[in-house]
């Protein structure tokens, strides 16, 4: 366990994967100290409440022991539309948009059929496309160590619907029980999922070709997870650290820009 206020890095490592890369300092955090980095992210995503019936609640997001950690609860918040009650979660949004890269945490999400989640997204009157690390809904029976990883086009130039790229990997370890390395290498060609250093899904880039934001949350998912039940709250999802780096022996992945208020209004993540 790290103390609090002591860093963890000084100099940031070279990923586990092949290529020469430099550090995007805007989107790596050793979430050493108290509070989160209010240059680097944003508490909760002001651009969406949360999926129903769960708010993201500010209050559930913490920096504490040389972690970041997103908690769900079961309480009810006065002055929201009738549809969020009973549930709270939460949500952490990158200030800075990215496009490629290499990009990995070390994490233990929650033992709650709520979700553990780490996405890329963003959304404007061009296009809309998001990719999913993993969602992961470790207290969901039968999903205890089920890995969800997505890709998802909700609107582009040269797609009108919504196309959706879903797999799933079973890990040999529960997921809440310690925390793993997930990450994901995204250039102009493929995009590939690892755990732990390995390979564990890829896919060719045919669509994911805009900035995106980075985002943590925490969901519910009533017809996919099932609601968490209130005996299993709150559930904290805990991240040691992200780090994120561009290649620079390729062209094209250069590419970091500050969060800028352009979206075509708030987003609601697709349905499952």
């Known amino acids: 366990m790290v103390s609090r206020g002591t ?28 509070r989160l980095d209010a240059s680097k992210w944003l508490n909760p995503d002001p651009g969406w409440k949360g999926r129903p019936p769960a708010p993201f609640a500010k209050h559930n997001v913490a920096v504490k022991g040389g972690r970041l950690h997103l908690t769900a609860r079961a309480e009810d918040l006065s002055g929201l539309p009738p549809e969020y009650h009973t549930f709270t979660t939460a949500s952490v949004l990158s200030t800075a948009r990215v496009k490629y890269g290499y990009f990995e945490i070390k994490a233990r999400p929650m033992r709650s059929s709520a979700s553990s989640a780490f996405w890329f997204y963003y959304g404007d009157a061009e296009a809309w496309t998001e990719i ?6 470790a207290g969901s029976p039968g999903r205890e160590r089920t890995v969800h990883l997505n890709a998802h086009v909700m609107r582009s130039p040269k797609v009108k619907k919504h196309l959706e790229f879903s797999a799933r990997w079973e890990a040999p370890f529960s997921l809440a029980g310690g925390f793993h390395v997930y990450a994901v290498d995204w250039d102009a060609k493929r995009i590939k999922w690892f755990v732990d250093g390995e390979v564990v899904h890829e896919v060719s880039n045919r669509h994911w070709h805009y900035p995106l934001n980075m985002a943590f949350d925490s969901e519910t998912f009533p017809d996919w997870f099932g609601l968490p039940d209130p005996k299993e709250l709150p559930a904290t999802f805990s991240i040691d650290y992200v780090r994120a ?3 620079i022996d390729a062209t094209g992945g250069r590419r970091t820009m500050r969060r800028r208020d352009s979206t075509t ?4 993540r697709r349905k499952k």
Do not use: C, M
């Not at 999913?132 to 809904?137: A, G, K, L, R, W």
């Open 7 to 34: 860093r963890k890095r000084s100099v940031l490592p070279q990923p586990r994967i092949e290529g020469h890369w430099e550090p995007i300092p805007e989107l790596t955090d050793e979430f050493d100290g108290n």
């Open 132 to 137: 999913d690390v993993f969602e992961i809904s």
């Open 245 to 247: 780096w561009r290649r």
């Open 265 to 268: 209004g708030p987003l609601t």
